[in-house]
């Protein structure tokens, strides 16, 4: 079926350190990709997204490009701050699947002063 | 303001009992859906409703029930025969497009962590 794949957390970071989360889907069709952002104690925000392959979902210095040859949609930023820590999810709809969310195990990261 | 209300925060359940997750929404969304987020397992949909009257179960529908007797609600109910609801739950809600991009404009509420007694 449908699935998401993201690596696996914790992540521990310094300020201004970079940031990089893996994601790689497996799919039947061209989904669209998404990440999502959740901070302590709160539900979901949508962070960034891409609908079709070479897209480049960006926002507040994150960026996810989506290849469709390697089935991937890696989120990266540059210089983390500490108000970036949260738990990262990785998702993707299909037209198919009724646009239905499928999300990945979701990634902690930590960013320290 | 409009957003998604998700009541109460925190919920307990005895053993036997059903309890109900309450959820609104105020903005106009068509589709709602119920996630359960259980430590390093991400989200998996219980119940998903695109139309007033109408609802599908999602991957995980055993021991749960909903309604959609209203647009703006979308209440969860958790059954005696879900044997392990401890979990921390995520109502949204969204317009699906019938084209590309599909219903990226999911907002969530802030969720009811649920805890058995």
């Known amino acids: 079926g449908d699935s998401v794949t993201q690596m696996e957390g914790p992540v521990t970071l310094s300020e201004e350190a970079f940031l990089t989360i893996n994601c790689t889907y497996t799919?039947?069709?061209?989904?669209?990709l998404f990440w999502y952002v959740q901070y302590p104690g709160e539900g979901l925000q949508l962070l960034l997204k891409a609908t079709k392959a070479d897209d480049k979902g960006s926002n507040k210095g994150f960026e996810a490009t989506y290849r469709k040859e390697t089935t991937s949609f890696h989120l990266e930023k540059g210089s983390v701050q500490v108000s970036d820590s949260a738990v990262y999810f990785c998702a993707l709809s299909l037209r198919s699947n009724d646009y239905k969310l499928s999300f990945g195990a979701g990634t902690t990261v930590t960013v320290r002063a | 303001d409009g957003g998604i209300t998700q009541s109460p925060k925190y919920l307990f359940r005895k053993e036997g009992q059903n309890v109900t997750l309450s959820c609104e929404q105020n903005?106009?969304?068509?589709?709602m859906y119920w996630y359960r987020q259980d430590p390093g397992q991400g989200l998996r949909l219980i119940y998903y409703s695109q139309i007033v009257n109408d609802f599908q179960k999602g991957d995980i529908a055993e021991g749960y029930s909903v309604s959609r007797e209203k647009k703006e609600s979308f209440p969860l109910t958790v059954t005696s025969a879900q044997k392990n609801p401890t979990a921390f739950y995520l109502c949204a809600s969204g317009s699906p497009r019938f084209g590309r991009g599909g219903n990226e404009k999911l907002f969530f509420g802030s969720g009811t962590q649920l805890s058995v007694l």
């Open positions: 903005l106009n969304h068509d589709a």
């Open positions: 799919a039947t069709g061209y989904p669209s």
